[in-house]
Nanobody, 128 residues
Framework: QVQLVESGGGLVQAGGSLRLSCTAS????????LGWFRQAPGKEREFVAA?????????????SYTNSVKGRFTISRDNAKNTLYLQMNSLKPEDAAVYYC????????????????WGQGTQVTVSS
């Protein structure tokens, strides 16, 4: 079992930055694939970014992003702190949403159904 708690959301002007954090409790944090999703009012939850586990892998790819955030957002993890991050730069009004972190047993998944544990979400508002 993993419990996830997001923080760091807030109100920011377009072009500004925010860093979201997701702190996990429970065991074996480093073995979970982690991701960020977001959901805007009236829209479905969508994939934002994912990061692989620290387990050995043949793949050289360790992160994945949806096209709309590539070059602006950076996902990272600190296993010593049991924390997942999402650095968001050059924010746009269309980035406004509730952001959720998620954990699962598979790495670099973009489908919400591949994640078993979810946080409660943190609101990001971007003013134009």
């Amino acid at each position: 079992q993993v419990q996830l708690v997001e923080s760091g959301g807030g109100l920011v002007q377009a072009g500004g930055s925010l860093r979201l954090s997701c702190t996990a409790s429970g065991r074996a944090f480093s073995t979970y694939g982690l991701g960020w999703f977001r959901q805007a009012p009236g829209k479905e939850r969508e994939f934002v970014a994912a990061i692989s586990t620290n387990l050995p892998t043949m793949s050289i790819r360790t992160t994945s992003y949806t096209n709309s955030v590539k070059g602006r957002f950076t996902i990272s993890r600190d296993n010593a702190k049991n924390t997942l991050y999402l650095q968001m730069n050059s924010l746009k009004p269309e980035d406004a949403a509730v952001y959720y972190c998620a954990a699962g047993n598979k790495a670099l998944r973009e489908d919400a159904y591949d994640y078993d544990y979810w946080g409660q979400g943190t609101q990001v508002t971007v003013s134009s």
